[in-house]
Every structure is written in C-alpha cells, then in structure tokens.
Nanobody, 123 residues
C-alpha cells in the first residue's frame, strides 16, 4: 500500500505560479511511476503529467506542456508539480497517483491516489 497526500494548492491570479507536492508513505515510492491528474467541476478526471520511477523521463498533456514541470525526490518520497503561467482553465482538483508499472496517461493504470488539492485560478 502507498498513501499519498497532496499539498500546495490554493487561489492564484492568472499568470501566477503554484507548486504542488505529493508525499508518499507506506512502501518504497521509487518502485512506482507517478502522475498528476486534474478534475474540473462537471468534467472527467484528465491527465496532466507523469514521471518514471527514477525521474529520468517525463510526459505532459498538450494543455500543460511548457508551463508545468513534474519532478520527484525519491529520497524524500515526494513528487512535485511546478505550475507556471496558470490560466483559469487550469482550475480544478489536482490528484497525485502512483502506478506499479510504467508511467501512463490513463488513470486506470494507477493503483494509488491521494485525496486531491484544490487549485483555483482567477482571471
């Protein structure tokens, strides 16, 4: 079992930045790929970014590419999402997830999820 706890969300003006953190506990986090997903009100959960177990490779949704950066510190069992140039359409609940296999854009490939942290971007 892996327990994931997100933090760092909040209210920010368009063009601003936030850094989300996801702290893992319960087992060796470095065995898992990790991803960030988000869900806007009334919409389905969508992929934002993913990173391999060792952090050597990353992948981004087109909607966040060039603005968001995913990283991880396995010594601290933590994954980060640096979000810059935020837009109102980035508003939603952001979820951290861990996958036993390779990184993936599909939420169905992730076995463990955090409770989410709210990000609100005002125009």
């Amino acid at each position: 079992q892996v327990q994931l706890v997100e933090s760092g969300g909040g209210l920010v003006q368009a063009g601003g930045s936030l850094r989300l953190s996801c702290a893992a506990s319960g087992r060796t986090f470095s065995n898992d790929a990790a991803g960030w997903f988000r869900q806007a009100p009334g919409k389905e959960r969508e992929f934002a970014a993913a990173i391999t177990r060792g952090g050597g490779s990353t992948y981004y949704a087109d909607s966040v590419k060039g603005r968001f950066t995913i990283s991880r510190d396995n010594a601290r069992n933590t994954v980060y999402l640096q979000m810059n140039s935020l837009k109102p359409e980035d508003t939603g609940i952001y979820f951290c997830a861990a996958a036993r296999g390779s990184m993936s854009v599909s939420p169905y490939d992730y076995a463990y999820w955090g409770q989410g942290t709210q990000v609100t971007v005002s125009s």
